[in-house]
């Protein structure tokens, strides 16, 4: 990147930079009602630089870090100080915020924590209600309980691995022992019955592999959220005009007092409210909670195995008694950390910057305290304790999906009812996505666990003597992946037929929207306001001759935008999915606590077609499973190591991290939390300082945070900004998906609070659409679609076959300007100028 020079601004909240006028900051306080105008950048997933975004090679940095950071033009670092070389167009900033979620190589490591994202994002898609605040608690609960067993899920399968198939079967048998050198000193037999060949002290040595897995896990949570989230969001009364601050004794945000005109809408808006996007006390909390249920579960496989030899018959009274202490302190541990989990949500209705500093440093303490004294009651010496067949593993993950079963259950039913309480057509499942996405986390956290497991399980297995192998639930989980695919294909093929329905409906709108069918074709330009408050699109001139009518061409546009109408199936999707898997997770469930055994011995001796049948799925989904694990960790190792991949995987984050974790603390860090602040003090500021015009125009998720940090401004700012949208997934996606965050009435809320808002998209993109706001609060907000294509064959304009351009380069269409020269002039000029320091 090409800096000639660094601007950078250091303003502490509270602060008003026009007092620090130096000579040298570009913003030196001077008013510009005289007609400047800024535009503010907003790029979309994926990312992208500062020159692609200015459309110019020389930028420099005007605010920010390496992390984030707004950029401008080397021409117009000092704009502000020269208001008459920019009437009529605006001064554009690109803030660049891709580096959040696809920097360094460390971010390929998240891909582990995908279950977590997941079911983090449940959490977000509850139903739109009003008044349901009991409900709606009950409903965040159930969320947070599902998130924590799949901490436990995951730690689970970690003990598996190291504590079961490692250090309890494959070193207890020679023939294991022998071709895993490495195991020699935990075998009895290689080892000549050495002081760590105990069956006890084997499994305290394996227990370091979880240990260290849930410390990891704890230390990860802790240091992205003092990179990402400890943003602190910017106090509105410092930046409210005198007469806007409220009274000292004025009532909390969200009590049940009269609510002023002009922060009605915000105050009913969740994304408007102050304490949002800074979930420090929740965040702690549940990684405290999830610490200690990691250790706990770590203390748990190492002492049971301990504490059941010692009740049998003959066993020492002693380690009896020391094994019922610790049992029972694991469950007044266990219990008190699923009351952390449900005792408290998110408040956002302020600023909550307390900390609950002894629940938080004493609960991972305690836990850990009990895992080194199972670790010391476990390592006691035991003469005659031998370890045979397979530790209690079936048990443990049969109790964690029977758990997470119930609770996908009731959470359909909160759910529902939220939903019936409100019903909205455009709703995603009729409100079933959360419950239905937290389903699909459960079945990722076992399939990664099974995984893991049957691929350890191989590759110790492969000696003479036969090893137990996983729990016999993990196998018949393995085996329902063979049947849920031919699901998936059976989708694929619905899909498919209705991509060739839609494309012949599409086929005839391109012949006659390029007048294919004897109309005369229509280009954008710019224009006269038209009636949808945007500029008139003109006609294309009469010179401009096309080429004749091409099959091809034509089939490719209509492919294009039936493929791009596919996005709206999702929900569709998602719901057959998901069903799918809660049945053959019952299934799998039922089976394996009914037989003990894995399909295929229970199949046998049965009918032929059911025998061959079980043969068959357990053998193909062990192997599915396993190349299924290869190709994750190939993907994780390339990504960290590829720029390239790590974009890729960047995407994925760019969706899945948007919302704050309210749910998991081990999800991946929500860069939104360093975004939106950073955005809102941008705008304040520059608005505050120089009293000027301000354009927020955000492509893709470049709009939701856009959107998001417009909620985030006092209403007096809010009025000075005009919103410029293309695009965006704000209705068809997150208006669907997140009904009561980005349904019909934040939406509109939005629409009356900004000074003017305008929304453009193709029917080319598959992720952009209409936001579908009337104009009852304002200008309409969505433009005419914009033509993809811009030419159909060669004109005069193009004379090279124009491309389809889909969701990307709007900017590039001649009438992006003038809808955003329409907009700018939309926008009023007779703005208060700055407010001075006394």
């Given amino acids: 990147m090409d800096r000639a020079r660094e601007h950078t601004t250091h303003t502490e909240p509270g602060e008003h930079p026009a007092s620090q006028d130096d000579g040298r900051h570009p913003y030196s306080g001077r008013s510009t009602t005289d007609g400047t105008a800024l535009e503010l950048l907003v790029h979309g997933v994926g990312g992208t630089t500062p020159e692609r975004m200015l459309d110019d090679p020389r930028t420099v940095r005007v605010t920010g870090d390496d992390t984030a950071a707004v950029f401008r033009r080397i021409d117009d670092a000092d704009a502000e100080k020269r208001p008459a070389d920019y009437r009529g167009r605006p001064v554009p900033e690109a803030y660049v915020w891709c580096n959040l979620t696809s920097g360094n190589s460390s971010r390929a490591l998240w891909l582990l924590l995908l279950p977590f994202m997941v079911v983090n994002l449940a959490h977000w898609m509850r139903p739109s209600t009003r008044g349901r605040r009991r409900t709606v608690r009950l409903y965040g609960l159930l969320v947070r309980l599902t998130g924590l067993t799949l901490t436990v899920l995951l730690v689970a399968a970690a003990c598996e691995v190291a504590l079961d198939l490692t250090a309890w079967q494959c070193a207890g048998a020679r023939a294991c022992a022998e071709a895993h050198t490495w195991l020699g000193f935990l075998s009895p037999t290689v080892s000549d019955g050495g002081w760590w060949s105990r069956p006890g002290r084997r499994l305290a040595v394996a227990a370091l592999v979880p240990t260290a897995l849930t410390g990891l896990l704890w230390y990860l949570s802790h240091r992205t959220w003092s990179e990402y989230e400890s943003q602190r969001p910017m106090d509105r009364d410092d930046d409210r005009p005198e007469d806007e601050k409220e009274a000292p004794d004025a009532p909390e945000a969200g009590a049940a007092t009269p609510i002023a005109p002009d922060v009605e809408d915000t105050a009913r808006v969740a994304l408007g409210r102050p304490g949002f996007w800074y979930g420090r006390r929740l965040v702690a909390r549940l990684r405290a909670a999830h610490a200690a249920a990691g250790f706990l579960t770590v203390a748990a496989a190492v002492g049971t195995p301990a504490a059941d030899h010692d009740r049998r018959a003959g066993g020492p009274a002693l380690l009896d008694l020391l094994g019922w202490l610790l049992n029972s302190a694991l469950v007044l541990l266990a219990v008190s950390v699923v009351w952390v989990v449900c005792r408290r949500g998110r408040s956002e209705r302020r600023l909550d910057q307390h900390l609950d500093e002894n629940l938080v440093r004493r609960l991972p303490a305690c836990s850990i305290a009990v895992l080194v004294l199972a670790v010391v009651y476990a390592g006691w010496s035991r003469p005659g304790w031998r370890s045979t067949g397979r530790l209690p593993g079936d048990l443990a993950f049969g109790g964690i999906t029977l758990v997470q079963s119930l609770l996908v259950i009731a959470l359909g039913v909160v759910a529902h009812t939220l939903y019936r309480s409100r019903p909205d057509p455009r709703t995603a499942m009729y409100g079933l996505a959360g419950p239905a996405v937290a389903m699909l986390a459960c079945a990722l956290g076992g399939v990664m666990s099974a995984g893991v497991a049957q691929r350890v399980a191989d590759w110790l297995g492969g000696t003479e003597d036969a090893l137990s192998g996983p729990p016999v639930l993990l196998t018949w989980q393995a085996s329902v992946i063979p049947p849920l695919l031919l699901v998936l294909l059976g989708l694929l093929g619905w899909l498919t037929r209705r991509t060739w329905v839609l494309r012949a409906a599409e086929t005839a709108a391109v012949e006659r929207e390029y007048g294919l069918a004897g109309e005369r074709p229509q280009e954008q330009g710019m224009g006269r306001p038209g009636p949808d408050g945007g500029p008139e699109r003109d006609s294309a001139p009469p010179y401009e001759e096309q080429e004749a009518q091409d099959a091809g061409r034509t089939r490719r546009i209509a492919r294009t935008r039936a493929m791009a109408a596919l996005t709206d199936r999702a929900p569709r999707i998602v719901a057959v999915t998901s069903a799918v898997t809660l049945l053959l997770g019952a299934a799998a469930l039922t089976g394996a606590l009914v037989t003990g055994e894995t399909p295929a011995k229970a199949a046998h001796g049965s009918y032929d077609l059911i025998a061959g049948a079980a043969h068959t799925a357990q053998a193909l989904g062990s192997w599915l499973i396993g190349v299924g694990f290869l190709l994750f960790v190939t993907w994780g190792r390339r990504a960290y190591k590829d720029a390239s991949a790590r974009r890729t995987i960047g995407i994925l984050w760019d969706v899945g991290t948007f919302w704050p974790r309210a749910a998991h603390p081990f999800a991946p860090p929500c860069y939104a939390e360093r975004a939106v602040p950073d955005l809102t003090w941008r705008m304040a500021t520059w608005t505050r300082?120089?009293?000027?015009?301000?354009?927020?125009?955000?492509?893709?998720?470049?709009?939701?945070?856009?959107?998001?940090?417009?909620?985030?401004?006092?209403?007096?700012?809010?009025?000075?900004?005009?919103?410029?949208?293309?695009?965006?997934?704000?209705?068809?996606?997150?208006?669907?998906?997140?009904?009561?965050?980005?349904?019909?009435?934040?939406?509109?809320?939005?629409?009356?609070?900004?000074?003017?808002?305008?929304?453009?998209?193709?029917?080319?993109?598959?992720?952009?659409?209409?936001?579908?706001?009337?104009?009852?609060?304002?200008?309409?907000?969505?433009?005419?679609?914009?033509?993809?294509?811009?030419?159909?064959?060669?004109?005069?304009?193009?004379?090279?076959?124009?491309?389809?351009?889909?969701?990307?380069?709007?900017?590039?269409?001649?009438?992006?300007?003038?809808e955003r020269k329409h907009l700018l002039d939309r926008l009023g000029t007779e703005l208060p100028g700055p407010r001075t320091s006394a």
């Fill in 689 to 818: 300082t120089t009293g000027g015009r301000l354009v927020l125009s955000g492509h893709s998720q470049g709009s939701v945070l856009a959107a998001a940090a417009a909620w985030q401004l006092t209403p007096s700012v809010r009025r000075r900004v005009a919103l410029l949208t293309y695009g965006s997934p704000l209705e068809r996606l997150y208006g669907r998906w997140f009904p009561a965050h980005f349904g019909p009435e934040p939406l509109a809320a939005l629409h009356r609070e900004v000074d003017c808002w305008r929304n453009l998209y193709r029917r080319t993109d598959p992720i952009g659409g209409p936001v579908r706001l009337t104009s009852r609060h304002g200008p309409q907000v969505d433009a005419e679609p914009f033509t993809d294509p811009l030419a159909y064959g060669r004109t005069g304009a193009h004379p090279l076959p124009a491309p389809i351009l889909g969701h990307s380069d709007y900017q590039a269409d001649p009438a992006f300007v003038a």
